[in-house]
Structure formats: structure tokens, C-alpha cells
């Protein structure tokens, strides 16, 4: 598995950034973020969707959406930066 990088947050001080990566063998989107810890947060997720053991809830900032957007165009093409 070969991750491409995508983008970071614009507003990163440089420590524990969120950023975005698309996996060259499948396609997937990567996404590094804040974990979801909050109660009421996770308890709204998993009444449409259970979360199992093996998966997390993340967070990034709307400020991210242009590189999430980036990031679905650049899993169906070679275009990532």
C-alpha cells in the first residue's frame, strides 16, 4: 500500500495535523483526525451506523473540504500533488 499525500490543514501549527491521503492501490481515502470522543457525538453516529471495535469516528475542519474534495477526485485519477 502506497499512500499520496494530499493535503494537510491550512491552519496547522505544525503539531498532530489532520491531513488527507489517497491509497495508489485501491483508491481509498485516508483521513488523519481528531478522534471522536464525545458521548453524545459518537452515540448520534452509531444510531445510523454501529461502530465496531475496529473503527474509529474522526474529525476534520470544514476548512479541510477543498482537500477532501481534492482527495475523491484524486482516487478515480493520478491526479494528486
Known amino acids: 500500500m502506497?499512500?499520496?499525500f494530499?493535503?494537510?490543514d491550512p491552519d496547522t501549527n505544525g503539531d498532530n495535523c489532520p491531513s488527507i491521503w489517497v491509497d495508489d492501490?485501491?483508491?481509498s481515502i485516508?483521513?488523519?483526525g481528531w478522534e471522536v470522543t464525545d458521548t453524545t457525538d459518537l452515540a448520534q453516529?452509531?444510531?445510523r451506523s454501529p461502530i465496531p471495535d475496529h473503527e474509529k469516528v474522526v474529525r476534520v475542519p470544514?476548512?479541510?473540504a477543498s482537500l477532501l474534495m481534492e482527495a475523491?477526485?484524486?482516487s478515480t485519477t493520478d491526479d494528486v500533488r
Open 2 to 4: 502506497a499512500l499520496r
Open 6 to 8: 494530499v493535503g494537510i
Open 25 to 27: 492501490e485501491d483508491g
Open 30 to 32: 485516508v483521513i488523519q
Open 45 to 47: 453516529v452509531a444510531a
Open 62 to 64: 470544514r476548512r479541510m
Open 72 to 74: 475523491c477526485h484524486a
